[in-house]
């Protein structure tokens, strides 16, 4: 059996989904969806046309690939191309949808698709993953990724090899965030070992901005469309348990980086948990971030910084500099990471250890905890692992209140006689670049 969709769009399509539907019979063993679409450039276009399929059966969502590369579709019992999820066809509508996120002009596109479907017995075994386990290390500082790709979306790279990056960078936990799909999870689930941690989220990757679910399972919905706001969608990753965190707030925008810059009104940050502000490897889009960061807390909100390489394959020799999360959690595990995390007990950092603790009126408090005084403050910052021509930065509300070279000693202190809100701790580098950043000791 086999149906034929034809269409054109043209650049006034751009960030809308477009559906087809189609009938499963009853019988039905194997699904085979081909998509071509062309031009995949225009000619003389400074950018390719960004466009994928999403798949939801009678029951909901059957899989999604943000690959331009690649976007063909087989699904049974026994496979499933990346991105979608094996499983039983279930008889009735079945809809699939084309996301627009880019077309540049000269316009239109005009496209294809093929849907066909086979009845023909599978001899297959479904597909199974027995998940891994990680041994208990007790409470302790674990770092890790918090953001990562395959080909499971537009990433260069199989689970295994995602993984396998953990452990070449000593990495205690990895997090697979796939775009608009959650189908690697399982895969990522079974190869977790006593060496690193697996972890597991999706990035929703918008139109109008990106934004990672930490710690689901779950496949969520990131279309803001039929009346659903981006905080409609934030509140039901919240509610589901999940971490909500706006991922690269400040990253190049549409046309080069369609979608990737964060321009929901609503959410600036609304009720999200945490903020990106470093994303792979440092650069004036992230301190954009870092600052607008600071300017949300500066406006009242209680929000964690969190930083994830974003890795999409192989890393090149650079990756080394990029950011991880430093968390100070109960024992490594997903829901102890992610708990820790939410309560700010961690600090960013490309290399540096770094810890900051705050002091008033008999009262203690690191980085994540809140201080309840009228007393002056005394901070202590140590930290250790650093460079020739580093400097250590203590900020207050955004603004910088001591700074010393970090290499002539490893511990400052400062008292402040009029307590301000929050205060964070800066290591950067002699060009200025972020080298580790703690998460806010808060005062009351
Ligand atoms: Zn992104
Ligand atoms: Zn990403």
Not at 117 to 138: V, Y
Not at 186 to 209: F, H, K, P, Q, R
Request: proline share 5%; charged share 20%.
């Amino acid at each position: 059996m086999q149906i034929t969709f034809d269409g054109e769009l043209t650049v006034a399509d751009m960030k809308k989904h477009i559906e087809h539907q189609f009938e499963m019979p009853t019988d039905a063993t194997l699904l085979h969806i081909t998509f071509d679409h062309s031009p995949q450039r225009a000619e003389d276009a400074p950018y390719a046309n960004q466009v994928s399929l999403s798949l939801f059966d009678p029951t909901g969502f059957r899989g999604a690939r943000h690959n331009n590369a690649d976007q063909t579709i087989r699904l049974s019992i026994a496979e499933a191309s990346p991105g979608y999820l094996s499983g039983e066809l279930p008889a009735g509508q079945w809809t699939v949808v084309i996301d627009i996120h880019r077309i540049m002009p000269p316009d239109p596109l005009t496209y294809t698709i093929q849907v066909k479907i086979s009845n023909d017995p599978i001899t297959d075994e479904p597909l199974h993953f027995p998940k891994g386990t990680t041994a208990s290390r007790g409470k302790g500082w674990y770092r890790g990724d918090l953001h990562g790709h395959t080909h499971h979306s537009d990433g260069r790279w199989d689970v295994a090899d995602f993984v396998q990056y953990g452990r070449d960078y000593n990495l205690d936990f990895v997090t697979l965030t796939d775009h608009n799909t959650m189908s690697p999870l399982a895969e990522v689930d079974s190869l977790s070992s006593d060496d690193v941690l697996t972890m597991g989220g999706m990035e929703l990757t918008t139109y109008y901005g990106h934004a990672l679910a930490l710690g689901t399972r779950q496949w969520h919905e990131w279309r803001t469309h039929q009346g659903k706001t981006m905080r409609d969608l934030a509140q039901d990753i919240i509610d589901s348990g999940a971490l909500y965190v706006i991922a690269h707030p400040r990253s190049l925008g549409d046309p080069q980086c369609t979608g990737c810059r964060w321009e929901f009104d609503d959410m600036m940050p609304g009720i999200a948990h945490a903020v990106e502000v470093w994303n792979g490897l440092w650069d004036s889009y992230n301190q954009e971030g870092l600052e607008l960061y600071y300017e949300w807390l500066n406006q009242g909100h209680k929000l964690v910084m969190t930083a994830g390489t974003d890795i999409h394959g192989q890393p090149p020799t650079g990756v080394k500099s990029a950011g991880f999360n430093i968390v100070l959690a109960d024992d490594l595990t997903e829901a102890d990471i992610l708990n820790a995390i939410r309560q700010g007990k961690s600090y960013l950092s490309s290399g540096p250890d770094i810890k900051s603790i705050a002091f008033s009126d008999g009262k203690q408090a690191m980085m994540g905890d809140t201080l309840t005084t009228n007393a002056p403050v005394k901070l202590m910052l140590v930290w250790d692992g650093t460079d020739e021509g580093d400097n250590v930065r203590l900020i207050s509300e955004g603004q910088i209140i001591q700074e010393q070279d970090a290499t002539q000693s490893k511990r400052i202190t400062a008292t402040i006689d009029e307590p301000a809100k929050w205060y964070v701790a800066e290591i950067r580098a002699e060009n200025g670049d972020l080298k580790a950043v703690t998460n806010p000791i808060w005062v009351e």
